[in-house]
């Protein structure tokens, strides 16, 4: 099983970025997707999850309006596009795979958002 994330980095605020994250290994197609993130000194937190078929999403209240989950089952493949970043939105973000059996994740990207 491999979660690899990519697309994180430093932005200025106001900006924004697109993570990925490509899965293999498990049935990503049938598994709830999520993206969490951990800043330091603070407990991992989630971010946001989208269902199997892409039509059920929730988002954390702090970046509702903001952030958008989606994910490509032809490609295994989720996504998280972030506008309008602000410094607090600093922190590593993992993506996450539940296939109900089992939980997954990513070894993370860090995202810095500063001027």
């Known amino acids: 099983v491999q979660l690899a994330e990519s697309g994180g980095g430093l932005v200025q605020p106001g900006g924004s970025l697109r993570l990925s994250c490509a899965a293999s290994g498990f049935a990503f197609s049938s598994a709830v997707m999520s993206w969490y993130r951990q800043a330091p000194g603070k407990e991992r937190e989630l971010v946001a999850n989208?269902?199997?078929?892409?039509?059920?999403?929730n988002y954390a209240d702090s970046v509702k309006g903001r952030f958008t989950i989606s994910r490509d089952n032809a490609k295994d493949t989720v996504y998280l596009q972030m506008n309008s970043l602000k410094p607090e939105d600093t922190a590593v973000y993992y993506c996450n795979g539940y296939d109900w059996k089992y939980a997954y994740w990513g070894q993370g990207t860090q995202v810095t958002v500063s001027s």
């Open positions: 989208i269902g199997s078929s892409g039509g059920n999403t």
